[in-house]
């Protein structure tokens, strides 16, 4: 034993004890740092999904791992997420598989127009059909958490009541959203999340294609003053680590995270679902005087014929790159029956 820093050590207590205050949390110096990157704000719902995550390991590790997280893009941005994972930038990293359709073929299936209902039911879809079928996308990675926003909705600075309301309306989406915005007649503009607030600000873009929660997260109310209550598709996000970062942590670390990876989807599911819009929605109506637009029932029959092909044409394309598309498809239906609720 080292009888100096077992001196030192009891001296550091004492002190602190007189001096009446607690000792720092990192006095226990944790036996494995990781480093969390995130591209968007430490509000969104995306961040507290990764700030509960890193809490939960410390706890459930009893303060052996340690996870300084990094939001807003300070460490990672949207667009090389995945790629500075896996260079050693961060440990973990926080990123939209639905940004880039063509590097995460198979999953863009989960964005298609299946009929989600809310970001619970699609999470925890996600996360059991990737279990499932273990898309080689994901090769060279370990995923450590899934899951989905609400399926989004248009919010415009002009009302969008119809499909001539619609024509030719630069859109933002997520890159899966795109096909989903022109089948519509919109002219869309696939952008990562963050760079919204500004696209609105310049006209570069009349307003966005995603879950209501941005119209406060991203302050966004400000300008898109409606909502089209037509329901789309989901945008999904995976946290990765590099595989063989993964494969040299302790079994009992890999355990806990294993663990985790389980709850997360309906974590954050409920978490965006049960608090984080309906505040949105209820302080966008009160200080913006958001507007919800309804879509008259036959309009509404008319959008819902635009996007039924694209299930269809979706297996198509896949297909031909040799993905098992039709059975993904299929498992996900099953799956959203499922975890209706
Ligand atoms: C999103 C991404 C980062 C932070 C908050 C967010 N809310 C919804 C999204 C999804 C998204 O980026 C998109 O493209 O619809």
């Known amino acids: 034993m080292n009888r100096r820093k077992t001196i030192s050590g009891l001296i550091a207590v004492l002190g602190a004890g007189l001096l009446g205050v607690g000792l720092p949390q990192t006095a226990a110096a944790a036996e494995i740092n990781l480093t969390y990157a995130f591209f968007a704000p430490a ?30 893009g300070t460490l990672l941005g949207a667009k090389d997420m995945y790629d500075g994972v896996a260079k050693g930038v961060a440990d973990i990293g926080l990123g939209s598989p639905s940004y880039d ?59 969008v009541k119809n499909a001539a309301d619609l024509a030719g309306m630069k859109l933002r989406a997520a890159g899966t959203g795109v096909p989903v915005l022109k089948a519509l007649g919109a002219a869309p503009i696939g952008m990562p999340m963050p760079e919204v607030p500004q696209s609105v600000q310049t006209g570069v873009i009349n307003g966005a294609m995603t879950s209501r929660e941005v119209l406060q997260d991203f302050k966004l109310a400000e300008s898109l003053k409606f909502v089209t209550d037509y329901p789309t598709v989901v945008v999904a996000f995976a946290a990765v680590m590099d595989q063989k970062k993964w494969d040299k ?55 819902d014929g635009k996007l039924k092909p694209m299930e269809d044409e979706w297996v198509k394309e896949m297909s031909g790159k040799g993905l098992p598309a039709a059975a993904y498809l299929k498992r996900l239906h099953e799956l959203r029956d499922q975890f209706k609720k």
Do not use: C
Request: overall charge positive.
């Open 101 to 159: 359709p063509g590097r995460f073929p198979l999953t863009s299936g989960v964005a298609l127009p299946v009929g989600f209902t809310n970001a619970t039911q699609a999470s925890r879809a996600l996360w059991a059909v990737t279990k499932e079928f273990k898309p080689k996308e994901y090769e060279g990675f370990k995923v450590i958490a899934m899951f989905t926003n609400e399926p989004g909705y248009i919010m415009s600075k002009t009302a």
């Open 43 to 72: 509000r969104t719902f995306p961040a507290r999904q990764m700030t509960h995550w890193a809490e939960q390991l410390a706890k459930r590790t009893n303060g052996k791992v340690d996870v300084k997280t990094f939001p807003g």
């Open 249 to 303: 942590l302790p079994a009992d670390v890999k355990k806990v995270i294993d663990e985790l990876a389980e709850e997360m989807p309906a974590w954050t599911g409920n978490y965006h679902d049960n608090e984080n819009v309906g505040a949105a929605m209820a302080w966008a109506a009160k200080d913006y005087k958001l507007q919800v637009v309804t879509l008259a029932a036959d309009e509404r029959a008319r959008w």
